[in-house]
């Protein structure tokens, strides 16, 4: 399995960006499709991007237009970058990966996970 680290989290104001990293361990990465999942405070963890290991991208609605998963296969790493910040995208994030075709959006379908990275978002 590939093995994930998270990183660039951090406090930044609402209407403010960040972008986060997950750097990934192997020779396979371009193989791999990666999905981010940010955990709420006291709420399941959702869904929010994934980029197929054939560059299809998708995005749930709560997230379109503000934020983008692009990758760097030569660095191993896929990165979420996060515009226009609410209060309510502060979580965890978790980066995943899988070797399962499709279009993977649920955690299930994932297979290795980082550790996270904390993301919070004043109002």
């Known amino acids: 399995q590939v093995q994930l680290v998270e990183s660039g989290g951090g406090l930044v104001q609402a209407g403010g960006s960040l972008r986060l990293s997950c750097a990934a361990s192997?020779?396979?990465?371009?193989?791999?499709?990666m999905g981010w999942f940010p955990r709420a405070p006291g709420k399941e963890r959702e869904w929010v991007a994934t980029?197929?290991?054939?560059?299809?991208?998708y995005y749930a609605e709560s997230v379109k237009g503000r934020f983008t998963i692009p990758r760097d296969i030569a660095k191993n790493t896929v990165y979420l970058k996060m515009n226009s910040l609410k209060p309510e995208d502060t979580a965890v994030y978790y980066c995943?990966?899988?070797?399962?075709?499709?279009?993977?959006?649920?955690?299930?379908?994932?297979?290795?996970w980082g550790q996270g990275t904390q993301v919070t978002v004043s109002s």
């Open positions: 192997g020779r396979t990465f371009s193989s791999y499709s």
């Open positions: 995943a990966a899988t070797l399962l075709r499709g279009i993977p959006t649920k955690g299930a379908d994932f297979t290795s």
């Open positions: 980029i197929s290991w054939n560059a299809l991208i």
